[in-house]
C-alpha cells in the first residue's frame, strides 16, 4: 500500500526544492539559483510525528510557453496535484505576487482538496506585514516558513499531517515486497526518458530532442507480472571534461547515486547512430559499481539494413568485452517494439545478481578445471588451487583458496569466470573471483 503524497507546487525559484530538502533532512532535490532546474516531479519519503508520506517536489509552473518545456513542466506539476492528497503552494514572500501565482490559485481553488499556502522566504521569524498581500490569493491564511533556516516549517507540517489524518487513509502495512532497483542509464538524447515513460505505462519523465532534458534522477516504481520494479531514469552521462554547469555536475552525482543503488542497470545506446566512446565510458561507471547490466540497442528501426545492424552488435561485441556479461537487447522506445523483452531479462539478471551456489557445487565445478590440468606455470612453480567457496553476493562473490594467488594472471582469471558462466547461469551480472593463500 503506498504513501500518501504531499504536492509541493509554485513558479520557479521560490524555493520548493529546498523546501523539500528541509523537510527529508537531505539534499536529495537539486537546488540551484537558475530557473528551470527541477522539470520533472520527484518523489521523496518525509516523516513527521511518527506520520510518513511522500513529499512530491515538481518543476516550477509558468503559465506562458515561451521555452519548449514550459509545457511539459506545467503538466507534470498538475499531474502531481492530481494523484496528491495534500497541496502545498509555495509562494515567494520576497517578491511577491505575480501573475503566475494567481493563475495556479486559481487552478487550485477548483481543487476538493486541502491546500496550503505557504510563503517562504520568511527568513525573520514574527514578520508577518509581508503577509496580508497573500490573502486575495482566496487559499485561505498564509503559512509563514523559510525552506533555508526551517522557521515555520513545523507548524506548517502539524498541519499537513492533520489534513492528512483527517482523510482517514489506510495505513502503510509494511507488507510490501520489495522492489528491484533498475536504473535507466546513457549518454544524453539516447531515448531513456523515452523507454522510462514506455515502461511506466504513462507520461513521467519529459522527452524531448535538446540534450540534457533530464536533470534529477526520477523514481517509479511499477509492478510487471506480479513483481515491482522501481525505475529510475537518469540524466544523460557525459564525460566530466565536458561538465561544464552546477545543476549538470549534480545531475551527474544523482545518476551515479542511482547506479549505486540499482540492482540492475539498462544501458541506453542510440543504435541510430552506433556505439560511442562515451557509451563506453557509462557502461564503465555502472560495471565499476558492480550492478548486473543489460545492453538496450533503442532507435533499432531507424538503422538501415541486416549489414549494418550485424555491425553495430560485431561493434558491441569487440569494444564492450569488459561487459561481456550483459546481454544485448535491440529495441524502439517510441514505438514500444520488444520493449517486453526487457521484463524477462531484468527478472533473469537480478536472479543471477543475487545467485548463491552451493559450496560443493562449486568444487565439484573446480574439481573437473583440475582434473583437464588447467593452471598456471611459472618455472618451477605451479599454481594449486586447494578449493573454492562463495563469500557474497550482488554482485556474486567466489573465494578461491590456492598455494600461490600471485600466480593468477588475468589470462587465467578470464578463463575461470568464463567456465563459471558456461556451469552456471549468470547473465546479466558480473561475477568477482579473489584468490587466498592457503598452504
Request: negative net charge; contains cysteine.
Amino acid at each position: 500500500m503506498r504513501l500518501p503524497l504531499v504536492a509541493v507546487v509554485g513558479r520557479p525559484n521560490v524555493g520548493k526544492s529546498t523546501f523539500v530538502n528541509r523537510i527529508i533532512q537531505a539534499e536529495d532535490a537539486i537546488v540551484h539559483e537558475m530557473r528551470g532546474v527541477t522539470r520533472d516531479r520527484s518523489y521523496h519519503e518525509a516523516e513527521w510525528n511518527g506520520r510518513h508520506f511522500m513529499l512530491v517536489d515538481t518543476g516550477g509552473i509558468e503559465m506562458n510557453n515561451d521555452d519548449a518545456f514550459q509545457g511539459s513542466i506545467r503538466g507534470q506539476a498538475f499531474a502531481a496535484t492530481e494523484e496528491a492528497e495534500v497541496i502545498v503552494f509555495l509562494v515567494d514572500g520576497k517578491t511577491g505576487i505575480n501573475a503566475d501565482d494567481e493563475e495556479v490559485a486559481r487552478i487550485l481553488r477548483k481543487s476538493d482538496k486541502p491546500v496550503f499556502l505557504a510563503v517562504n522566504k520568511m527568513d525573520s521569524p514574527g514578520r508577518t506585514d509581508e503577509l496580508w498581500e497573500f490573502y486575495q490569493l482566496g487559499l485561505g491564511d498564509p503559512w509563514p516558513v523559510s525552506s533555508i533556516h526551517g522557521h515555520g516549517t513545523g507548524d506548517l507540517l502539524d498541519e499537513v499531517v492533520g489534513a492528512l489524518d483527517a482523510l482517514d487513509l489506510p495505513e502503510d502495512d509494511g507488507e510490501e515486497e520489495p522492489a528491484i532497483n533498475v536504473a535507466i542509464i546513457g549518454r544524453p538524447n539516447a531515448g531513456k526518458s523515452s523507454l522510462t515513460n514506455c515502461m511506466v505505462g504513462a507520461n513521467r519523465s519529459i522527452v524531448s530532442d535538446v540534450a540534457g532534458t533530464t536533470r534529477d534522477a526520477i523514481d517509479t516504481t511499477v509492478e510487471h507480472d506480479g513483481t515491482r520494479y522501481t525505475i529510475v531514469d537518469t540524466a544523460g552521462l557525459r564525460r566530466k571534461s565536458k561538465i561544464d554547469e552546477d545543476v549538470e555536475y549534480y545531475s551527474f552525482v544523482r545518476a551515479m547515486r542511482a547506479i549505486d543503488r540499482a540492482d540492475v542497470a539498462l544501458l541506453v545506446i542510440d543504435a541510430s547512430i552506433g556505439l560511442t566512446d562515451q557509451d563506453q565510458k557509462v557502461a564503465g561507471y555502472a560495471a565499476e559499481r558492480g550492478c548486473a547490466m543489460i545492453i538496450v540497442l533503442n532507435k533499432w528501426d531507424l538503422t538501415d539494413g541486416p549489414e549494418e545492424k550485424a555491425e553495430i552488435r560485431q561493434r558491441i561485441a569487440d569494444r564492450m568485452m569488459f561487459v561481456r556479461y550483459a546481454p544485448v537487447i535491440a529495441i524502439s522506445a517510441l514505438t514500444g517494439k520488444r520493449v517486453d523483452r526487457i521484463w524477462a531479462a531484468i527478472d533473469k539478471a537480478y536472479e543471477a545478481f543475487n545467485q548463491v551456489i552451493p559450496t560443493n557445487r562449486l568444487n565439484t565445478w573446480l574439481g573437473g578445471i583440475r582434473e583437464e590440468g588447467h593452471t598456471v606455470r611459472k618455472g618451477k612453480a605451479v599454481l594449486r588451487m586447494k578449493y573454492v567457496t562463495q563469500t557474497g553476493t550482488c554482485p556474486p562473490r567466489l573465494t578461491f583458496f590456492v598455494n600461490r594467488p600471485d600466480l593468477v594472471d588475468d589470462n587465467f582469471e578470464r578463463f575461470l569466470e568464463n567456465r563459471l558462466r558456461k556451469t552456471f547461469d549468470l547473465e546479466g551480472t558480473p561475477v568477482q573471483l579473489r584468490f587466498k593463500k592457503k598452504d
